[in-house]
């Protein structure tokens, strides 16, 4: 039974495209908001820079199969727009109100890409 299964396993793993800049940007997303969900703004402030350039990074990456390329495309557009006015915000020093708006509405787009 094992050896009839290793064709289906070996399809499972060939049909699962990773996307490299996907991680990238979700390990500073994930370094950045969930922080701030706990009231912590230290990292976003450190980071949003970082942030700003990992999803300029994956916009300009080639979408895998198994994401719809035109609604995938225009929803980092989206995101990029997002984290850059972000990144401009903690620059201009913006209140920790303002910025958690900012990073939940990040936080938003992001899981409209990733499907969650």
Known sequence: MLLAMIPAISFAQESAKPWPELKAFHSVMSATFHPVEEGNYAPLKERAGELFTAVKTWKASAIPAGFKKKETAAA??????ACGKLDKAVTAKASDVEL?????????VFHKIVGE
């Open 76 to 81: 980092l557009v989206e995101l990029e727009i």
């Open 100 to 108: 958690k708006e900012m990073i939940t509405n990040a936080h938003n």
